[in-house]
């Protein structure tokens, strides 16, 4: 599903002693199918922003489109079921929405609040189980007697048996070891070339360069820039005026550029860095 925002507005407690603009005029274009990050400084933002797509909050001004639906500041709450079945949303720390007795209820709940059967429910809690690599025997056990990584697997697995065709991470991996934040990154990815529209917001540039085809720059309320990849982490000038740091592998050929090693175009993942650098150490790459 393509996602429009035309001059989209956000205003936190109109009226209020604490009225607050969390967006400002904010205009973009997802196509169906893309995997798009969103970054910018703590407080920018983001999560204003993306809480729009699913209607979780409403535009102050101007229109939102998913699809089909238009969101506006007149869309009421009833009807909006079916497009928070299409996107999910899985926030930070999802682990703190765990509720159930069991795993298998927590996961199969949403199904069927979305209108699969229990027996479908708990067929696909299982399926979503074994896509975010748990075991089958995990589903009887109490979420809360789980580890860290896996109560935020379990959260996850929640989100996608609604089988979302739009799916939001909000900084879905913070505080996990490396290699639970790979596997879920992977997952992601595996997702995205399975058709899901994946929107990702993250402070890990790392992530960004690698997995991402569109970026959404945010900073105190305004979409500054919209851009590929390659093209915002090679402005150097852009990143510093907004304190956004680079992939480490930018940094890296940076330093090496400055004892003598070339580079065409700086590389923004490790393997555009070693395709860059391999030749100019005398060997091959791929
Ligand atoms: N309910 C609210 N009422 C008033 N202001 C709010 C509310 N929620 C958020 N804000 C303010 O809106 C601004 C944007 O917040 P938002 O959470 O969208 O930023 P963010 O870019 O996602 O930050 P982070 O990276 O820390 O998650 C912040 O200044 C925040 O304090």
Do not use: W
């Amino acid at each position: 599903m393509a996602i429009t925002f035309k001059n989209v507005t956000h205003v936190y407690q109109p009226g209020g002693p604490l009225e607050y603009e969390g967006l400002t005029n904010v205009s973009f274009e997802i196509p169906d199918g893309c995997f798009t990050a969103i970054i910018g400084q703590t407080g920018s933002g983001k999560s204003t922003l993306v809480q729009h797509i699913n209607a979780l909050l409403k535009p102050t001004s101007g229109t939102i489109k998913i699809g089909e639906r238009i969101i506006t500041s007149e869309t009421k709450n009833k009807h909006l079921k079916p497009l928070r079945q299409q996107v999910g949303m899985v926030f930070q720390l999802p682990e703190q929405q765990l509720f159930a007795e069991t795993v298998l209820d927590d996961i199969s709940f949403g199904p069927q609040n979305f209108g699969m059967t229990q027996q479908q429910a708990q067929k696909t809690a299982y399926q979503m189980l074994d896509l975010v690599r748990l075991p089958a025997s995990v589903a009887s056990k109490s979420p809360f007697d789980l580890s860290g990584g896996q109560m935020r697997r379990v959260a996850i697995a929640g989100v996608l048996a609604s089988q979302p065709t739009v799916l939001i991470l909000d900084e879905p991996t913070a505080g996990l070891d490396p290699q639970g934040h790979q596997e879920l990154m992977d997952l992601f990815y595996q997702l995205n070339q399975q058709g899901t529209t994946i929107i990702l917001i993250s402070h890990q540039m790392e992530d960004v360069a690698r997995y991402a085809q569109q970026v959404l720059v945010m900073d105190q309320a305004h979409l500054i820039r919209d851009d590929q990849p390659q093209a915002i982490f090679n402005d150097r000038a852009f990143l510093q005026a907004h304190n956004l740091l680079e992939p480490e592998s930018t940094q890296f050929a940076r330093q090496l550029a400055q004892k003598g090693f070339k580079f065409n175009k700086l590389p923004i993942t490790e393997e555009q860095l070693a395709q860059q650098l391999i030749p100019q150490l005398g060997g091959h790459y791929g």
